[in-house]
């Protein structure tokens, strides 16, 4: 399936091309079943940007979020993991923030 063939044709796509034109590759979950996490694992050292929600990551690892980011994040890239109203959180290397979201009123 493509899922299972995505880690070896992103490596040959990096191997193949120039320095200077390295394609940069982003992931997002969209979901946390396990069907649909299917093979996502394997691609982590593959990517740029791992951007999924607290849900998924845990889904994905089996791990709570802050520890699910670090291992994500260990594998080489930067990861945005969204919490919903309460903001998003960040990790590139040991460079790491998160971003609240402004208050709201309700008309």
Not at 7 to 22: E, I, K, Q, W
Not at 66 to 84: H, K, L
């Amino acid at each position: 399936t493509l899922r299972q063939t995505l880690p070896s044709f992103l490596r040959r796509l990096r191997a193949t091309s120039r320095a200077l034109r390295r394609p940069t590759v982003s992931l997002d979950a969209n979901g946390h079943e396990a069907d649909q996490l299917e093979g996502v694992r394997a691609l982590l050292p593959e990517i740029d940007l791992f951007k999924g929600n607290v849900k998924e990551v845990e889904a994905l690892l089996g791990l709570g979020w802050p520890d699910a980011m670090a291992e994500v994040t260990s594998q080489g890239c930067a990861a945005v993991i969204t919490c919903g109203a309460e903001g998003a959180h960040w990790r590139l290397g040991s460079a790491c923030g998160s971003a609240k979201p402004p208050p709201i009123t309700p008309l």
